[in-house]
């Protein structure tokens, strides 16, 4: 596994809040890295660094560096749409658009200025069928995507991240809305879109962590506790923080 | 050139020339409402402020403008809100308790609540023919100040019922609750739990409404309010006028002296406005504070 | 007995008091206010339903009076409102012309800056700017509407005749251009209220796809918040229909089927201002053609109103 994205002494500042406090770590590519942690730990504020979404909060200053693929995030190299585009993402809650099933895919695409009728068709179909999602929906793209199922409406959102084309995909929590059954069908989904995509997940679901990533990452207090392969880090942690949280004696 | 920023580059430049473009149109767009405000101040300041003399508080209006001031139109705005005030407040205040407190979820309900939003956009001066049917001609009040501050209260009531609904509304059920387990009745629990918790926010309503009824014209011009008053009111059926009705008579002379006149009448109902408004913003953030 | 009881409980306010080891679950006194307390809180509630049956029963009645003597046809379609000089004439629809062209300027100038406000303040303002620019709104919507009709004499209507000579000193356009600054704050905070009920999480959606910010305000919000932007812009148009004194001062007294803005035309509501100014006695023809200018006033605002709120209610995204 080749490392992607590397972090080396990130320090983030929610004006005078120290949310994350000098993480350093990689991230490999094509694998599933998770972040586990109790809540306010600053695994999710990590992970919008990645696609940068804490610029929209007034007040966040961030030291040190994060790149992938060698570029600096934060430097005048990188376009944030264009980093949005290669960084998918999907939100802790189903986030559809309230227009159609087929606008909802097309609405990245149509983003970044492909504008074919027949392109946009292609691409909704991959897409949708990347998602697993295609046999459910498509004798009626043109409903609105608030009338199909919570689980239904995430895998939605999962193919309207894909449909831009991402080499990484973050996952917010992903499934934590959702009932088992969809949880366990985005969770080999999941599994199904590690060989094409590098994906980070942050979940509050140590089992799941457990179940489906390769790699695992143990925050606490804003730091990094702990990362390893996710065998190592639950069977054989070095830390006893990390210890004490995988066995529920905290979070 | 970096992997994310690669083919796109262009497209993306656009975009954000847009964006920047229609930013810059938004802010021209805001400013325009506030500007429009500043002009309009600075315009009457101008305007006014040469005649704001004790005389426009100490005199009658009268033919010559040197000599002219909006005493009668003063009183008569006061006067009027002392009689609207308790009317308007036991009216609205009771009618929003016994909409959020005590009516049943029925087809009763929803057509009051209904009724009371649509009387919110029916036209002022509809209320004024609404006054001058009922309480000049019908009830034979006359064109007095009585008249007119029912004809204002029917025009308050849905601004002060709805703002007192929201107040009480933001009550949290749990301060009812405690009420009733200490053994309270429901009136009990309205008039010394519900209603104490949220005067301020009713408070606030009420003088929103009672700027709103100063600056009104047209329905008091319906029951005829009289535009050239020489006398106080002394009783509830006598004639009066009210400051916007004299600063309305005073922009329709073509003198100019009568323009500086109701220039500087504007300025005090401005002012008198402000202090209300000053004193709505105060109670709230009182209110915000302690809920 | 209970009575008694009551008499013998020292703390009257409980309703609970026990004798001899009996409880008794009885309060006079405090059950006459739980009675009487909602009747008296259902009366004051009910008033403005009686003001709503005031309204229909005092138009309609007077209408039908003034309807005996003109007809409704003459009145409905004719084009020639002189209700003062003989032969009187009593045809609407130069007054309505006067009240449309009024309310289409001013909805020219309210929708447009109104909606692009409500975008700014939503989207693009930070939080300072809100805190100052909203509570400037909210003074320009409590601006009594005599001080707008001086603005439009005073200001505005010398600009536009410094632009177009020949422009009257009471114009459609001044008039029209002030009230749709007036009901520029409306505008914007039921459109703003529209738009911020759109949840965060749309907008983290589409920016997560690389969205920029105008493409996040026009191409989700606006559509998401669509049915409370027509609704607003509904009642902006009703509000500016009932408008009274700024068209009063600053659009005249003359009722004609004019297209031209920089004319002096006269609205539904300054008639109405008119006869009522004047000494009109109760019965004649003038006095009853209030109530029927009144009456088409009423019917056109109602159904805006009833409009409005149809289709904020109808549309509501459920997000």
Not at chain 1, 82 to 102: A, D
Not at chain 3, 264 to 273: D, E, R
Request: aromatic content about 8%.
């Amino acid at each position: 596994m080749q490392p992607l994205i590397h972090i080396n002494k990130l320090n983030l500042f929610y004006t005078s809040f120290h949310a994350l406090k000098d993480v350093t770590l990689t991230i490999p590519e094509k694998a599933i890295t998770a972040f586990i942690g109790p809540s306010g730990c600053g695994k999710s504020t990590l992970l919008r660094t990645l696609n940068r979404m804490n610029d929209m909060i007034p007040g966040t200053r961030i030291e040190g560096s994060i790149a992938i693929g060698g570029t600096e995030l934060y430097s005048n190299e990188v376009d944030v749409e264009t980093l949005r585009k290669k960084v998918g993402m999907v939100f802790q809650q189903p986030n559809p658009f309230p227009k159609s099933i087929y606008d909802n895919i097309a609405y990245g695409p149509r983003l970044h200025g492909i504008r074919s009728k027949q392109k946009l068709d292609e691409i909704v179909e991959t897409s949708l069928k990347s998602a697993a999602l295609w046999d459910e929906v498509k004798d009626h793209l043109k409903r609105s995507a608030l009338s199909i199922s919570g689980g239904q409406q995430q895998r939605l959102c999962i193919a309207r991240a894909l449909a831009v084309n991402p080499d990484i995909l973050l996952m917010d929590e992903a499934t934590s809305a959702l009932d088992p059954i969809s949880t366990l069908k985005i969770e080999e989904l999941v599994q199904e879109l590690k060989d094409r995509y590098t994906i980070v997940m942050v979940t509050h679901n140590m089992h799941q962590a457990a179940r489906v990533s390769n790699q695992t990452v143990f925050f606490l207090s804003g730091e990094v506790i702990e990362y390893s392969d996710t065998e190592k880090l639950f069977s054989n942690p070095t830390d006893q923080r990390t210890e004490d949280y995988i066995s529920g004696r905290f979070g | 050139m970096s992997i994310f920023q690669d083919a796109n580059r262009k497209q993306i430049a656009n975009r954000r020339r847009v964006d920047w473009l229609l930013h810059i149109l938004f802010v021209i767009a805001t400013s325009v409402g506030v500007l429009a405000l500043c002009a309009l101040i600075i315009d009457v300041l101008v305007d006014g402020v040469a005649r704001l003399q004790p005389q426009l508080f100490t005199e009658f209006p009268s033919r010559k403008a040197d000599g002219s001031g909006m005493k009668s139109a003063l009183v008569g705005t006061v006067y009027m809100l002392l009689i609207m005030l308790p009317l308007s407040f036991v009216l609205g205040v009771g009618a929003a308790i016994y909409l959020e407190e005590y009516a049943g979820k029925n087809r009763l309900t929803r057509l009051i609540q209904l009724n009371i939003s649509t009387l919110a956009g029916v036209p002022s001066i509809v209320y004024g023919i609404l006054g001058l049917t009922i309480f000049v001609r019908l009830m034979s009040l006359d064109r007095s100040l009585i008249a007119g501050a029912f004809t204002m209260t029917l025009l308050v009531l849905p601004i002060i019922i709805v703002s007192a609904q929201e107040a009480i509304r933001a009550v949290p059920k749990s301060r009812r609750d405690a009420s009733f387990a200490l053994g309270a009745t429901k009136w009990q629990t309205v008039s010394r739990s519900v209603i104490p918790s949220s005067l301020a926010g009713i408070l606030t309503g009420v003088i929103l409404a009672m700027s709103r009824a100063i600056g009104e014209t047209a329905p008091l011009v319906m029951i005829g309010a009289l535009t050239y008053v020489a006398f106080l009111p002394n009783s509830l059926m006598d004639s009066f006028t009210v400051m916007p009705i004299q600063i309305y008579n005073w922009i329709s002379k073509p003198q100019l002296e009568f323009k500086e006149l109701a220039a500087s009448g504007i300025l005090v109902l401005l002012a008198l406005l402000l202090i209300m408004n000053f004193s709505a913003i105060m109670l709230r953030n009182k209110y915000q504070k302690n809920v | 007995m209970q009575g008694e009881a009551m008499q013998e409980n020292n703390q009257p306010q409980t309703n609970v008091s026990s004798k001899a080891g009996a409880y008794v679950f009885k309060n006079e006194r405090v059950s006459i206010m739980n009675k009487v307390m909602p009747v008296l809180l259902f009366l004051c509630a009910s008033i403005s339903v009686l003001t709503t049956i005031g309204i229909v029963v005092t138009l309609i009645s007077e209408t039908f009076a003034f309807f005996q003597k003109v007809p409704v046809f003459d009145f409905l379609f004719g084009t020639k409102w002189s209700p003062l000089i003989t032969p009187k004439s009593f045809g609407v629809l130069p007054l309505l012309n006067g009240t449309l062209m009024i309310t289409l300027i001013a909805c020219l100038v309210a929708i447009p800056f109104g909606l692009a406000s409500a975008i700014y303040l939503s989207e693009y303002a930070p939080k300072i700017v809100r805190k100052i620019v909203k509570p400037i709104l909210e003074v320009l919507a409590g601006v009594p509407t005599i001080v707008y009709g001086y603005f439009a004499l005073s200001l505005i209507t010398p600009l536009i005749r410094d632009i177009f000579p020949n422009a009257g000193v009471f114009n459609a356009l001044s008039a029209g251009i002030v009230v749709g600054i007036m009901i520029i704050p409306m505008v914007c905070s039921l459109s703003e209220d529209a738009m911020s009920a759109v949840p965060r999480s749309l907008r983290d959606g589409a920016y997560a796809l690389g969205a920029t910010r105008f493409e996040v305000a026009l191409k989700i919000v606006v559509p998401a918040a669509f049915s409370g932007i027509v609704a607003s812009a509904v009642l902006a148009f009703s509000r500016a229909i009932g408008e009274t004194m700024i068209v009063t001062v600053a659009a005249g007294a003359t009722p004609s089927l004019t297209a031209n803005p920089l004319d002096s035309i006269q609205t539904m509501t300054a008639y109405i201002v008119q006869v009522s100014l004047g000494d009109t006695p109760h019965g004649s023809l003038e006095y009853g053609s209030i109530f029927a200018v009144g009456m088409t006033l009423f019917v056109i605002t109602f159904l805006l109103n009833i409009l409005a709120q149809y289709i904020a209610r109808r549309f509501r995204e459920e997000y």
